[in-house]
């Protein structure tokens, strides 16, 4: 009992020694934790900083012979380079040296040939002496010609004055104004209208008959038919009876210009060509008539109305865009696609052709 009563008096300084020791166990333990933890970051720091430098090294190693062998090709590129500016030097400096001394030889050869010159130009002078008397010769001659043609154009000049002046002449009775009898010898203007033969008057020539046939008279091409001249002189006659058209308008008619027939002066694409203009103005006047309203929700409700020419409310329209000219190679019965070939209307080729050879210009 006594035993039991000690320890139930040293109970609680038991505890109280437990759990001092406890709490003392465990900030060693936490010391020494972090003690463990240092010695292990500081472990690790070294260990990385250690590959880290491992690592650097190789990258320098190998920067290093990269930049040496990128080094090296790059002088190699430049010592041939310079390699071949020389080489080309030296051969136009070769080639300039043989082509001043090939022009100094060829100069002094042929050129200023001192010898050669004074030939040349002694060849020159005599040539020039000859052709200069040619010349003076053939300038003698012109003017003697023109000489001889002034002196026979003067004489038939005086002929034909003798001719024109022949009623002056003297007869047997009356003396003429140029054999005046106070003169020892006759005037030689006198001796010329002798010599001369009177002028004659021209007989008048008989006009020829021309016949008319009918089939010129018809086809418009003769003289009798209608007048040639551009502008012609006022008729100022009655009308014939009859039922006959007025002459200004059958001249109307017949000498009015050309007119070409529908299919020359239209194209066969015309309708392609107005169909296309006509969708190529229906986008550039694109107009809408709702104001643009910015921030709203007024235009999320409008439906898109598609133009006429694009679509329908079945598929798309082929309006406009098809004819019967297009290739469609699907429906192709053969290799080659069937060709039509149109007949040529004779009533549009006839326009305007309402008389024989309307439209032509004599």
Same mark, same amino acid.
């Given at each position: 009992?006594?035993?039991l009563?000690?320890?139930?008096?040293?109970?609680?300084?038991?505890?109280?020694?437990?759990?001092?020791?406890?709490?003392?166990? %465990?900030?060693? =333990? /936490?010391?020494? *934790?972090?003690?463990?933890? @240092?010695?292990?970051?500081?472990?690790?720091?070294?260990?990385? !900083?250690?590959?880290?430098?491992?690592?650097?090294?190789?990258?320098?190693?190998?920067?290093?012979?990269?930049?040496?062998?990128?080094?090296?090709?790059?002088?190699?590129?430049?010592?041939?380079?310079a390699?071949?500016?020389?080489?080309?030097?030296?051969?136009?400096?070769?080639?300039?040296?043989?082509?001043?001394?090939?022009?100094?030889?060829?100069?002094?050869?042929?050129?200023?040939?001192?010898?050669?010159?004074?030939?040349?130009?002694?060849?020159?002078?005599?040539?020039?002496?000859?052709?200069?008397?040619?010349?003076?010769?053939?300038?003698?001659?012109?003017?003697?010609?023109?000489?001889?043609?002034?002196?026979?154009?003067?004489?038939?000049?005086?002929? %034909?004055?003798? =001719? /024109?002046?022949? *009623?002056?002449?003297?007869? @047997?009775?009356?003396p003429?104004?140029?054999?005046?009898?106070? !003169?020892?010898?006759?005037?030689?203007?006198?001796?010329?209208?002798?010599?001369?033969?009177?002028?004659?008057?021209?007989?008048?020539?008989a006009?020829?008959?021309?016949?008319?046939?009918?089939?010129?008279?018809?086809?418009?091409?003769?003289?009798?038919?209608?007048?040639?001249?551009?502008?012609?002189?006022?008729?100022?006659r009655?009308?014939?009876?009859?039922?006959?058209?007025?002459?200004?308008?059958?001249?109307?008619?017949?000498?009015?210009p050309?007119?070409?027939?529908?299919?020359?002066?239209?194209?066969?694409s015309?309708?392609?060509?107005?169909?296309?203009d006509?969708?190529?103005?229906?986008?550039?006047?694109?107009?809408?008539?709702?104001?643009?309203?910015?921030?709203?929700?007024?235009?999320?409700?409008?439906?898109?109305?598609?133009?006429?020419?694009?679509s329908?409310?079945?598929?798309?329209?082929t309006?406009?865009?098809?004819?019967?000219?297009?290739?469609?190679?699907?429906?192709?019965?053969?290799?080659?696609?069937?060709?039509?070939?149109?007949?040529?209307?004779?009533?549009?080729?006839?326009?305007?052709?309402?008389?024989?050879?309307?439209?032509?210009?004599?």
């Amino acid at each position: 009992m006594a035993t039991l009563a000690r320890l139930q008096a040293r109970s609680t300084c038991l505890g109280q020694q437990f759990y001092f020791r406890n709490s003392v166990v %465990d900030v060693f =333990r /936490k010391k020494e *934790y972090d003690a463990a933890v @240092k010695i292990q970051s500081w472990f690790r720091g070294c260990q990385i !900083r250690a590959y880290i430098r491992y690592l650097q090294r190789i990258v320098i190693v190998l920067q290093k012979w990269w930049r040496g062998y990128s080094a090296r090709k790059h002088y190699q590129l430049i010592v041939k380079l310079a390699y071949h500016t020389m080489k080309m030097n030296t051969y136009n400096a070769m080639a300039v040296r043989i082509q001043k001394l090939w022009r100094g030889y060829r100069i002094r050869k042929y050129c200023f040939d001192y010898f050669y010159l004074k030939a040349y130009l002694r060849a020159v002078s005599e040539t020039n002496d000859t052709i200069r008397e040619a010349l003076e010769e053939f300038a003698d001659m012109k003017e003697r010609e023109e000489t001889k043609a002034d002196l026979e154009r003067e004489e038939k000049q005086r002929d %034909d004055r003798a =001719r /024109k002046m022949h *009623y002056l002449l003297s007869t @047997k009775q009356i003396p003429g104004i140029y054999n005046s009898p106070f !003169r020892k010898e006759p005037d030689p203007w006198e001796l010329r209208l002798q010599k001369a033969k009177p002028l004659t008057h021209r007989r008048s020539q008989a006009k020829p008959t021309c016949s008319v046939q009918l089939s010129s008279w018809l086809a418009c091409t003769s003289a009798r038919s209608f007048p040639r001249s551009e502008f012609l002189p006022p008729i100022d006659r009655k009308q014939c009876q009859g039922p006959f058209r007025d002459i200004a308008e059958v001249l109307k008619q017949r000498y009015k210009p050309l007119e070409p027939t529908l299919r020359s002066e239209e194209p066969i694409s015309e309708l392609k060509a107005a169909r296309e203009d006509f969708k190529r103005q229906e986008w550039t006047k694109n107009i809408h008539d709702n104001m643009f309203l910015p921030f709203s929700s007024y235009h999320k409700n409008t439906t898109y109305i598609p133009s006429l020419h694009s679509s329908s409310k079945y598929g798309p329209n082929t309006h406009g865009r098809q004819c019967f000219r297009d290739e469609n190679p699907k429906k192709w019965i053969c290799d080659k696609d069937f060709q039509t070939v149109l007949p040529a209307f004779d009533l549009f080729s006839k326009y305007g052709k309402l008389y024989s050879k309307a439209g032509q210009i004599l």
